[in-house]
């Protein structure tokens, strides 16, 4: 189903392609040796898709993320073979295609999450709290919410098809993968995000913390699925960064902090947004992007 309105895309149904996965967010069809991957509007919180789509979230997805693929391509490469080039089987689709999708290789994606935070927020906030530590990692006492911490920490989750994915130490990572293999996304996932950050907190950005996935071709590690998106990342202005609270942000927190009011009990189904939460949240999203890329949205 696609709204009338150009802008808003909540499924995609291709008549004539294998529709080999629906995500909370994207719908990925198999092109044979390639993959299609359209971001859709959809949004979920609290590992629930609600049901009102937030206009051009898919765009600033998929621009956004091939914006930090192409700018850091040096560290590790990764799987875009092309954002325009929608020919042959994808001509009919081009109109839902344009600015939301990606013709990307196949590699066999890796069974982790690999997540790096700079800050002390979240459920790495409330793990400290309780612990000391977060996923296992001792910080020092007296860390306040929000702080910076004295150096990015890699801490893994699992992958979940449905659900939560649950933090994981990074012992059981390398379990999973193998130590050389966790040795290297962990490597690789920190210098992404110490570039990152650096590039974002010269535009006003702070990412407090965000998530990578990887997969492989070979024995090559390939970068995949989306990158340092607000879907996928904490994005605070710098200007008003104060530790010792929540943040304000230019992520879906907007919509969390809704809910939260609304005393909604995260379960199924989700409610319906009003057209206000709808409308910051889009323009959230579209700021977000213009702030690190310096160009609006096309």
Known sequence: MTSTMSTVVWETNFAGMKLRGRGKVRDIYDLGNRLLIVASDRLSAFDVVLPTPIPDKGK??????????????????H????????????????????????????????PIECVVRGYLSGSGWKDYKAT????????????????????PIFTPSTKATSGHDENISFDEAAARVGRPLAEKVRDVSIEIYRRATELAAARGILIADTKFEFGLMGDELIWIDEALTPDSSRFWPADGYAPGRAQPSFDKQYVRDYLERIGWAKTPPGPELPADVVAGTSAKYREAYRRLTGRELS
Request: aromatic share 8%; charged share 25%.
């Open 79 to 110: 799987h875009v073979l092309s954002t325009t080039d929608f020919r042959g089987e994808l001509e009919p689709y081009e109109e839902q295609l344009r600015g939301r999708a990606m013709v990307v290789r196949k590699t066999e994606p890796l």
């Open 60 to 77: 600033v997805l998929t621009q956004l993320s091939v914006f930090w693929f192409e700018t850091l391509c040096e560290v590790v490469p």
């Open 132 to 151: 000391g530590a977060v996923c296992g990692i001792p910080l020092p006492a007296g860390l306040r919410e929000s702080e910076k911490l004295p150096a």
